[in-house]
Each structure stands twice: as structure tokens, then as C-alpha cells.
């Protein structure tokens, strides 16, 4: 089933995480590890699409939520990712592929 997220207002986001919380957390005391990695990946898309696009521009550094060894600087924009480069945080070594963030799993602008 595909959700139109990007259809979505504010307020029907809101409503959309409050719902997946309530899914995960089920998920998490039923022991599923699948679904919980499902709506913790639905979670960040769709904390995403609530994140203005306009705040994100190629080449802006930002820190990684969950690599705290890396930056990642953005090379292009589409829709709700961000492309571009990881750069090692110490030797500042930029990384050959290119790799897709959701804006979500972004950290703090640098």
C-alpha cells in the first residue's frame, strides 16, 4: 500500500506518527524485529515530509544521527533525501559513493 505522504498537511503527519508510534510500540512487546524496523523506517519518512525541504541545499555538512564518525555533505536534493557524500569526521576524507538520507536522519548543520 503506498501513502501519499507527500500529500499530506501537517496535522494528518502528526496524526500518521502518533499511529505508527502506537504500531511500534505494539511491534516492540510482541518481540517482532521486523515490523519494528518497518515503522521505525516509516517513522523517519515521515518526519521528513513534516521538515521543509527549502532548509536543506547542496553542499550544506550536516552530522549523522546515527554515525557520529562521519558528516555527510549534500550533493543534490529528491524529495525528502538527501544525496551526497559521507566525510570522516577526524581526516575529513570524503567518501567515493554517493549515498540517500532521509532528511530525518540528518543531524545538526554544521
Excluded at 6 to 32: M, P
Excluded at 65 to 89: L, T
Amino acid at each position: 500500500m503506498k501513502h501519499p505522504y507527500k500529500t499530506y498537511s501537517i496535522e494528518q503527519l502528526q496524526a500518521e506518527e502518533t499511529l505508527l508510534h502506537e504500531k511500534l510500540n505494539k511491534a516492540k512487546q510482541e518481540e517482532r524485529k521486523n515490523h519494528i524496523l518497518v515503522y521505525e523506517r516509516k517513522i523517519e519518512i515521515v518526519r521528513s515530509f513534516m521538515l521543509d525541504a527549502n532548509d536543506f541545499q547542496p553542499g550544506d555538512v550536516y552530522t549523522l544521527k546515527d554515525d557520529p564518525h562521519h558528516h555527510f555533505k549534500i550533493d543534490e536534493i529528491n524529495g525528502v533525501f538527501a544525496w551526497g557524500y559521507k566525510m570522516n569526521q577526524t581526516t575529513g576524507q570524503q567518501s567515493i559513493e554517493i549515498e540517500g538520507f532521509l532528511f530525518d536522519t540528518l543531524g545538526e548543520k554544521i
